[in-house]
C-alpha cells in the first residue's frame, strides 16, 4: 500500500517570498500525485495533478510541483506568495491500474507574514 | 456547475445517539468517498463506492458506522451509538472514475460532527 510523508508541520514565509513545501512518497510503481489546499472551514480544493509525461506540472494560483521519481518526492512551490495562500496543504498518492484509494499526508500548515 | 454538497455543515449530538450524515456528490461522477478528518491531521479514508455498492469499505473504525448509496448518486453515512473519539469533520467526495484511475477527488465541505 501506498503512503505519503509531509515532513513540515508548519511552514512560515513572509509575503512575497517563494515557497517550497515537501511530499515525500512510498509506492512500489508509478503513482498518481496531487496536491490540495484546504482554507479554515473549507473542503479540499484541488491545486494540481501528476499522472504521467512532463514531471513539472502547474496548477492553479501559480503554483507548480516537480515529480522526482529518484527521491520519491513531490514538492510543491510557488516563487511569491500572497497572504491569502494561507491555508493547510496535503498532498495525496493514488495508484494505476489497482484498486488503491487516494492516500493523503497529514498536511502543512502554511503561515504568512505581512 | 454544483459541487460536492454535504449537509448538515455542523452537527452536535449526544454520546450514544445515532446520526446520518449525507453527500450529494457531483453529477454524473461514479466514484464516492468518505473520508474522516480529525483536528491536525489529514484526510482518513472510511468507505468507497462504485455506483450503488460499497467497493471497499476497509477504512470503516468498527460496525457502529455505516454507509449506503441506493441509488448511484447521494449517500448517507450512518454512525450509531456515537463516541466522543467520533467527533471529527466527515468528508465527502466524488470522482468520475474510481481509484487507480486518474481522475482527482472533488471534495465536499465537510460535516463537522461533535459528540458531547
Known amino acids: 500500500a501506498q503512503s505519503v510523508t509531509q515532513p513540515d508541520i508548519h511552514i512560515t514565509v513572509s509575503e512575497g517570498a517563494s515557497l517550497e513545501l515537501r511530499c515525500n512518497y512510498s509506492?512500489?510503481?508509478?503513482?498518481?500525485l496531487f496536491w490540495y489546499v484546504q482554507s479554515p472551514g473549507q473542503g479540499l480544493q484541488l491545486l494540481l495533478k501528476?499522472?504521467?509525461?512532463?514531471?513539472l506540472v502547474q496548477g492553479i494560483k501559480g503554483f507548480e510541483a516537480e515529480f522526482k521519481r529518484s527521491q520519491s518526492s513531490f514538492n510543491l512551490r510557488k516563487p511569491s506568495v500572497h497572504w491569502s495562500d494561507a491555508a493547510e496543504y496535503f498532498c495525496?498518492?493514488?495508484?494505476?491500474?489497482?484498486?488503491?484509494?487516494?492516500?493523503f499526508g497529514r498536511g502543512t500548515s502554511l503561515i504568512v507574514h505581512p | 456547475g454544483a459541487g460536492v454538497s454535504q449537509t448538515p455543515s455542523n452537527k452536535v449530538t449526544e454520546k450514544g445517539k445515532y446520526v446520518e450524515l449525507r453527500c450529494d456528490p457531483i453529477s454524473g461522477h461514479t466514484a464516492l468517498y468518505w473520508y474522516r478528518q480529525s483536528l491536525g491531521q489529514g484526510p482518513e479514508f472510511l468507505i468507497y463506492?462504485?455506483?450503488?455498492?460499497?467497493?471497499?469499505d476497509s477504512g470503516l473504525p468498527n460496525d457502529r458506522f455505516f454507509a449506503v448509496r441506493p441509488e448511484g448518486s447521494v449517500s448517507t453515512l450512518k454512525i450509531q451509538r456515537t463516541e466522543r473519539g467520533d467527533s471529527a469533520v466527515y468528508l465527502c467526495a466524488s470522482s468520475l472514475l474510481g481509484p487507480g484511475s486518474n481522475s482527482p477527488l472533488h471534495f465536499g465541505n465537510g460535516t463537522r460532527l461533535t459528540v458531547t
Open positions: 495525496a498518492v493514488g495508484a494505476s491500474g489497482g484498486s488503491y484509494i487516494p492516500t
Open positions: 501528476y499522472f504521467s509525461g512532463d514531471t
Open positions: 509506492y512500489g510503481a508509478t503513482p498518481y
Open positions: 463506492f462504485q455506483g450503488t455498492g460499497a467497493a471497499d
